[in-house]
Every structure is written in structure tokens, then in C-alpha cells.
T-cell receptor, first 115, second 109 residues
Framework: ETGVTQTPRHLVMGMTNKKSLKCEQH?????MYWYKQSAKKPLELMFV???????ENNSVPSRFSPECPNSSHLFLHLHTLQPEDSALYLC??????????????FGQGTRLTVV | DAKTTQPPSMDCAEGRAANLPCNHS???????VYWYRQIHSQGPQYIIH???NNETNEMASLIITEDRKSSTLILPHATLRDTAVYYC??????????FGAGTRLTVKP
């Protein structure tokens, strides 16, 4: 148990569906992250939020839409995805930007399958 | 651009020390070295981090060379449950952690 909770753990969705992934942390952290891990590939950083403001968007397609309503919650809204978007989506949190002497904690991920 | 280089795979006998190397020759003076591991299809797990000095915790030891261009993660008594992908990460000031391919460690009985 890392203190970062992701729901759902597994999700199967059609290409025309709209779904959302949820991440929640109660560690008092101010930075939250979305990563994507495709099969047999390294983790790819998608989005970074620092104090609820988006500070990083690594050229992620617009069919992925993040939302950070407060420092404890992070969402990833999904719509019109493609089969190649099937992957493990991981959320992480850490102290605010600039605090590099503290570790980040990861959730267990959401295994997404697009059919 | 992960800024680190690690061997793609390593084997280790159960009960022996596992020494995982990492090169980070372009590291800046205020960047920390972090190690994480990922057991199949789970979220990455924090292991240890350091700046200049060697560090030890209940999981592992981190040895950083004096010029800080490389480091070694040591698991003193590897068990089968230590089989995982181990990631060495240099963490920049903007806090963003970018992962490379890591080292797949296989602990064998």
C-alpha cells in the first residue's frame, strides 16, 4: 500500500466509449503524474500537475484529457481511443515541484484494453 | 531522454548480492539518483535515492562514485521476490521522473 489509489484496476472499453480513470492520494503531496506503459516498453510520462496546475504535457493526443480538481485527486478522461492506447496507466504523487529529495509513490495502475 | 544507461538484463543466484550498475555521466550537481523497481504489471516501487554520499536502507544500498557519473544498487541477499525490472533515474529540478528501459534482474534458485 503506497498511499496512492487508482480505480478501476481493469477497464475494457470500445473505441466510441467515454471513460475516466481516477487517482487519489492522501499523502499531502502537491504534484501528481500520469504515466503510460505499453507492453514491453518503459514508462512514458504523460502529464504533470503541480499545485493543481498542469506543468507538463508530453505531446499527448487530445483524446486523453487530464483533470486535477485538487491536490489529492487526478483524473484521466478518455474518449474515442484506439486499440494501440491499450496499456497500463499509472498515477504517481510526490512533494511539489522543486522538491527533488523526496520520493514519488505510484499507484497499482489501471490496465486498459481498447476493443 | 532518460539520462541513464543500464544493462538490459542480469541474473543473480538466490542468497547472493545483486549489484546493479547505472551510468549517468551527464548528471548535474543538484540532481539526485533514484532507484525504483517494478514487479510484473505492478506500479513501480521506490527503493532508495542519493545525491553524493552512499546510502543504505532496509531494502538496499546505493553506492555513488565520487565523480557522480555512475552508481550501483546493491541488494545484499537477493531472494526470488527481488526478480523485477530495476530503474535508475536522475531526477531534475523540475521534479519530473523519466524512466528508461531499466535492468531486468532475474534471481535464480
Amino acid at each position: 500500500e503506497t498511499g496512492v489509489t487508482q480505480t478501476p484496476r481493469h477497464l475494457v472499453m470500445g473505441m466510441t466509449n467515454k471513460k475516466s480513470l481516477k487517482c487519489e492520494q492522501h499523502l499531502g503531496h502537491n504534484a501528481m503524474y500520469w504515466y503510460k506503459q505499453s507492453a514491453k516498453k518503459p514508462l512514458e510520462l504523460m502529464f504533470v500537475y503541480n499545485f493543481k496546475e498542469q506543468t507538463e504535457n508530453n505531446s499527448v493526443p487530445s483524446r486523453f484529457s487530464p483533470e486535477c480538481p485538487n491536490s489529492s485527486h487526478l483524473f484521466l478522461h478518455l474518449h474515442t481511443l484506439q486499440p494501440e492506447d491499450s496499456a497500463l496507466y499509472l498515477c504517481a504523487s510526490s512533494q511539489g515541484q522543486g522538491n527533488t529529495n523526496t520520493e514519488a509513490f505510484f499507484g497499482q495502475g489501471t490496465r486498459l484494453t481498447v476493443v | 531522454d532518460a539520462k541513464t544507461t543500464q544493462p538490459p538484463s542480469m541474473d543473480c543466484a538466490e542468497g547472493r548480492a545483486a549489484n546493479l550498475p547505472c551510468n549517468h555521466s551527464t548528471i548535474s550537481g543538484n540532481e539526485y539518483v533514484y532507484w525504483y523497481r517494478q514487479i510484473h504489471s505492478q506500479g513501480p516501487q521506490y527503493i532508495i535515492h542519493g545525491l553524493k554520499n552512499n546510502e543504505t536502507n532496509e531494502m538496499a544500498s546505493l553506492i555513488i562514485t565520487e565523480d557522480r557519473k555512475s552508481s550501483t544498487l546493491i541488494l545484499p541477499h537477493a531472494t526470488l521476490r527481488d526478480t523485477a525490472v530495476y530503474y535508475c533515474i536522475v531526477r531534475p529540478n523540475n521534479n519530473d521522473m523519466r524512466f528508461g528501459a531499466g535492468t531486468r534482474l532475474t534471481v535464480k534458485p
